[in-house]
């Protein structure tokens, strides 16, 4: 039975990883089109979105079979739970890596307009985020976790100093309006990427240590601390 149950346990995580794998490509794509201006590397992230979609409800099922065959409890189960966390997660990613990769082909002639703002930036500490937060989990990493969730504040201020100067470029060049636009679009599903990275942080953290640090800044600011799953 527990060797049944550890390879079970061993298709799973392997699972994960390919479609960690397949969205980690998917944003790389995304993010080199943008920064190159290059369309034709986003014509493959739409078909790798069935990939990842067939992988999710894979996952799913394994994680429900192994619940109902040997009911894990403690580390096992924390196990199954991050991993249902993640794979949706991960799933989220890669549809906005398709959102992205669609706002770039909206926005490829105004090229420079994306290169005089700080969207450039914000995309690579997203992807570098994301990247880290799929390696913190293949590796138990949970400094690598902790470095992913403290790059988020960043990524969020990234976010309103764009919005902030394309506001004003469409206030003084009316006739950017529309590309602006998809800017701001484009910055958001960025700025989602990354959130989605420190949710697969979060969730690492969870596994390994047993706690709970979803909201935690929003916690600290009233004074409530993160919990602990004895």
Not at 36 to 58: F, H, M, P, Q, S
Not at 75 to 91: A, G, K, P, T, W
Request: a negative charge; one cysteine or more.
């Amino acid at each position: 039975m527990q060797d049944n149950f550890n390879q079970q346990i061993e298709n799973l995580k392997i699972n994960l990883i390919k479609m960690a794998s397949l969205v980690d490509e998917q944003a790389e794509k995304a993010f080199t089109a943008l920064e190159t201006g290059n369309v034709e590397l986003c014509r493959g992230i739409k078909a790798k979105e069935l990939e990842v979609n067939i992988y999710d409800n894979l996952i799913q099922t394994q994680c429900e079979n192994i619940l109902a065959l040997f009911q894990p409890v403690a580390v096992d189960l924390r196990f199954i739970i991050s991993v249902m966390m993640i794979n949706n997660q991960l799933e989220r990613c890669g549809d906005i890596a398709v959102n992205i990769a669609q706002r770039v082909k909206k926005t490829n002639e105004h090229h420079s307009l994306i290169a005089e703002t700080q969207i450039l930036e914000m995309g690579k500490q997203a992807r570098e985020m994301l990247k880290n937060a799929i390696d913190s989990f293949i590796n138990n990493n949970i400094d690598l976790a902790n470095k992913v969730i403290d790059s988020d504040e960043s990524v969020d201020k990234f976010n309103k100093q764009i919005f902030k100067a394309l506001v004003l470029k469409m206030q003084n060049e009316t006739q950017l309006i529309e590309p602006c636009a998809h800017l701001i679009v484009l910055t958001r599903h960025i700025e989602r990427l990354a959130d989605h990275a420190t949710n697969i942080a979060e969730n690492l953290v969870f596994y390994v240590n047993a706690r709970i640090i979803a909201h935690k800044k929003k916690f600290e600011k009233w004074g409530v601390s993160d919990q602990t799953i004895d």
